[in-house]
């Protein structure tokens, strides 16, 4: 390894911090956040460029006319990079906020679009914002039905971090009263469209076991005083999210955390800066710190600490560990038992269902609402009862298309583009968000012989779809579709999209949490059994991935995990 890196210290003593974390998306702007807060002087590296609150989104405030294609992306664009251009929120906007395919190479044995976005930030600029608390069955769910292992926490456990976070980033809802979504600490929700009420109203009527509510999201309704402090500020409903908000409107490692934690003066960001793998000093046996290639000068520097933690986003986090070899851990960093990238697993999004509803054609809806109605899931809740383990989410909108001129002739003439003008009929579409079952053979692993731009091993995808995957699937399109005919809907139509794992964007598992050291890579705390200065927070630390949206839950754990590593550097147990 030496022979390849061309090393600068530039002395300890200025490279050394209490703390390090890698990483500086969601889970890596709350460690970072939480240290400072405490006083701990932390290091924040990022791989990509700096992006800056209000100074570095671009194209915020462009109106469509103001770009060349009108926002959408050039033939050759997309064909160059055909994984990103996948994503929803990839466009002529947005796509100076994402890797692009040929710059960041990664080898699948198996279809996997891997959807990453290098800047300070990460993809806390693009998240879709959805946020639901986990509840007592998701956490109990592994040891009840046997499968992955038994979390080494309870919903009790992470309850009050769930309420912390949440009055930091500003959670808009309602108080619902549901045991399998429990309430979190809400701002005013959005309220649902005419449709959307009759279509919930019904559901609700026709099945005792199904809750039809509207969604929650880190956008700020109506702000108190700690976001306003912040520098926030009300959400626009412009739904212009993904290319940065400049009013703060939805919660953001730029927009909150980041900021609050350079407030403190504890905070040193360094972007452009590729983390190469975690130091491990055999003797101390504990991780001293970690080795830093400079994005663009690709010098390497290495930096000290007392903890790190690895935030660096599921698979990049499952690449740093997998490359931190040493005489004590040959095979990555913890990795003892031969875990270390094993039992990957996702969200299930292949289902849709859409239809048109004969709605009142005088009424209509104001903005661009950032969520919808969605209903918990009503599978295997209290036990196991259908041919597939766990279940699946509901997410529903609707919504009125343009007028396209019933009866004209031709699509063309003034008659037309006056049709266009008008408001069409009602739609409405369903879609699931399915809970798959983490597997030993869904992995990833380092390439042997093909590196990145900076010497480092590329990473390698075996991750797939089950049959538990696609029952799962196929009970959501015979369910969605006969909660959408007893609500009056018509036209009902299902599809599968056979999309490949992965635009999902919710990727967990790899270093997953856990009570035995034989069995899983951390502890309670995020903490590596056996390296106990390195924590992981992000999705990589998950040991399943429930049916709700994950990123509220990597907050939580986020905070609860900083907290407990502040206590244990001041009884100087790490």
Same mark, same amino acid.
């Given at each position: 390894?030496?022979?390849?890196?061309?090393?600068?210290?530039?002395?300890?003593?200025?490279?050394?911090?209490?703390?390090?974390?890698?990483?500086?998306?969601?889970?890596?702007?709350?460690?970072?956040?939480?240290? $400072?807060?405490?006083?701990?002087?932390?290091?924040?590296?990022?791989?990509?460029?700096?992006?800056?609150?209000?100074?570095?989104?671009?194209?915020?405030?462009? %109106?469509?006319?103001?770009?060349?294609?009108?926002?959408?992306?050039?033939?050759?664009?997309?064909?160059?990079? %055909?994984?990103?251009?996948?994503?929803?929120?990839?466009?002529?906007?947005?796509?100076?906020?994402?890797?692009?395919?040929?710059?960041?190479?990664?080898?699948?044995?198996?279809?996997?679009?891997?959807?990453?976005?290098?800047?300070?930030?990460?993809?806390?600029?693009?998240?879709?914002?959805?946020?639901?608390?986990?509840?007592?069955?998701?956490?109990?769910?592994?040891?009840?039905?046997?499968?992955?292992?038994?979390?080494?926490?309870?919903?009790?456990?992470?309850?009050?971090?769930?309420?912390?976070?949440?009055?930091?980033?500003?959670?808009?809802?309602?108080?619902?009263?549901?045991?399998?979504?429990?309430?979190?600490?809400?701002?005013?929700?959005?309220?649902?469209?005419?449709?959307?009420?009759?279509?919930?109203?019904?559901?609700?009527?026709?099945?005792?076991?199904?809750?039809?509510?509207?969604?929650?999201?880190?956008?700020?309704?109506?702000?108190?005083?700690?976001?306003?402090?912040?520098?926030?500020?009300?959400?626009?409903?412009?739904?212009?999210?993904?290319?940065?908000?400049?009013?703060?409107?939805?919660?953001?490692?730029?927009?909150?955390?980041?900021?609050?934690?350079? @407030?403190?003066?504890?905070?040193?960001?360094?972007?452009?800066?590729?983390?190469?793998?975690?130091?491990?000093?055999?003797?101390?046996?504990?991780?001293?710190?970690?080795?830093?290639?400079?994005?663009?000068?690709?010098?390497?520097?290495?930096?000290?600490?007392?903890?790190?933690?690895?935030?660096?986003?599921?698979?990049?986090?499952?690449?740093?560990?997998?490359?931190?070899?040493?005489?004590?851990?040959?095979?990555?960093?913890?990795?003892?038992?031969?875990?270390?990238?094993?039992?990957?697993?996702?969200?299930?999004?292949?289902?849709?269902?859409?239809?048109?509803?004969?709605?009142?054609?005088?009424?209509?809806?104001?903005?661009?609402?950032?969520?919808?109605?969605?209903?918990?899931?009503?599978?295997?809740?209290?036990?196991?009862?259908?041919?597939?383990?766990?279940?699946?989410?509901?997410?529903?909108?609707?919504?009125?298309?343009?007028?396209?001129?019933?009866?004209?002739?031709?699509?063309?003439?003034?008659?037309?583009?006056?049709?266009?003008?008008?408001?069409?009929?009602?739609?409405?579409?369903?879609?699931?968000?399915?809970?798959?079952?983490? @597997?030993?053979?869904?992995?990833?692993?380092?390439?042997?012989?093909?590196?990145?731009?900076?010497?480092?091993?590329?990473?390698?995808?075996?991750?797939?779809?089950?049959?538990?995957?696609?029952?799962?699937?196929?009970?959501?399109?015979?369910?969605?579709?006969?909660?959408?005919?007893?609500?009056?809907?018509?036209?009902?139509?299902?599809?599968?999209?056979?999309?490949?794992?992965?635009?999902?964007?919710?990727?967990?598992?790899?270093?997953?949490?856990?009570?035995?050291?034989?069995?899983?890579?951390?502890?309670?705390?995020?903490?590596?059994?056996? $390296?106990?200065?390195?924590?992981?927070?992000?999705?990589? $630390?998950?040991?399943?991935?429930?049916?709700?949206?994950?990123?509220?839950?990597?907050?939580?754990?986020?905070?609860?995990?900083?907290?407990?590593?502040?206590?244990?550097?001041?009884?100087?147990?790490?």
């Amino acid at each position: 390894m030496g022979d390849t890196l061309n090393i600068s210290n530039k002395g300890v003593q200025q490279n050394t911090y209490d703390a390090i974390v890698i990483g500086s998306g969601i889970s890596g702007g709350w460690a970072a956040k939480e240290l $400072c807060d405490h006083g701990i002087k932390t290091l924040l590296l990022e791989r990509g460029k700096n992006v800056v609150h209000l100074k570095d989104y671009p194209t915020a405030t462009k %109106a469509p006319w103001e770009f060349p294609h009108r926002g959408e992306m050039p033939l050759q664009v997309t064909q160059e990079n %055909a994984v990103v251009s996948r994503c929803y929120a990839f466009g002529e906007a947005t796509q100076h906020f994402f890797v692009k395919d040929k710059e960041h190479p990664y080898i699948q044995e198996k279809p996997f679009d891997w959807i990453r976005g290098y800047q300070v930030g990460g993809k806390s600029l693009l998240w879709a914002r959805q946020t639901q608390r986990w509840s007592k069955f998701d956490f109990e769910g592994p040891a009840r039905d046997g499968y992955a292992v038994d979390w080494p926490i309870r919903y009790d456990d992470l309850a009050p971090w769930y309420s912390h976070v949440e009055k930091f980033a500003g959670i808009s809802g309602n108080y619902d009263g549901l045991e399998t979504l429990p309430d979190s600490e809400f701002l005013p929700a959005w309220e649902m469209n005419c449709v959307e009420k009759d279509i919930a109203q019904k559901i609700n009527a026709a099945y005792k076991d199904r809750n039809v509510i509207q969604g929650r999201c880190a956008h700020l309704t109506k702000p108190n005083q700690i976001h306003i402090d912040q520098g926030r500020t009300q959400c626009q409903a412009r739904s212009l999210c993904e290319r940065g908000c400049p009013f703060g409107g939805y919660f953001s490692s730029n927009a909150s955390t980041i900021p609050w934690a350079l @407030k403190t003066g504890n905070l040193t960001i360094q972007p452009e800066s590729v983390v190469h793998s975690i130091i491990y000093d055999d003797k101390k046996d504990k991780a001293i710190g970690v080795r830093v290639i400079n994005t663009n000068t690709k010098q390497t520097t290495e930096y000290f600490a007392k903890i790190i933690f690895v935030n660096a986003a599921c698979f990049n986090s499952n690449l740093i560990l997998l490359n931190s070899t040493s005489n004590r851990f040959p095979n990555g960093l913890g990795n003892d038992n031969g875990l270390l990238g094993k039992y990957i697993a996702f969200h299930n999004y292949r289902g849709t269902v859409s239809a048109s509803y004969d709605g009142p054609m005088d009424k209509y809806y104001y903005g661009r609402r950032p969520t919808q109605p969605m209903m918990p899931n009503f599978r295997n809740v209290y036990k196991q009862e259908m041919d597939f383990l766990r279940g699946y989410m509901c997410f529903y909108g609707a919504g009125r298309g343009r007028g396209f001129g019933d009866g004209l002739d031709a699509e063309i003439g003034g008659a037309y583009k006056d049709a266009l003008t008008e408001a069409g009929n009602w739609y409405v579409s369903m879609m699931m968000q399915g809970e798959t079952i983490p @597997k030993e053979t869904n992995h990833v692993s380092l390439s042997k012989d093909k590196k990145d731009g900076w010497g480092i091993p590329q990473l390698v995808f075996d991750v797939d779809y089950d049959e538990n995957d696609v029952k799962s699937m196929n009970d959501f399109l015979t369910q969605a579709s006969e909660m959408l005919d007893k609500a009056g809907c018509k036209n009902i139509r299902q599809h599968d999209s056979e999309q490949a794992p992965g635009l999902d964007i919710h990727e967990m598992g790899g270093v997953r949490m856990g009570k035995n050291p034989k069995t899983s890579m951390l502890n309670a705390y995020n903490q590596f059994h056996n $390296c106990k200065n390195v924590f992981v927070t992000d999705g990589a $630390c998950m040991t399943s991935t429930s049916t709700q949206n994950p990123s509220l839950t990597f907050m939580a754990l986020t905070a609860r995990a900083a907290n407990y590593a502040v206590e244990q550097l001041k009884k100087q147990d790490i």
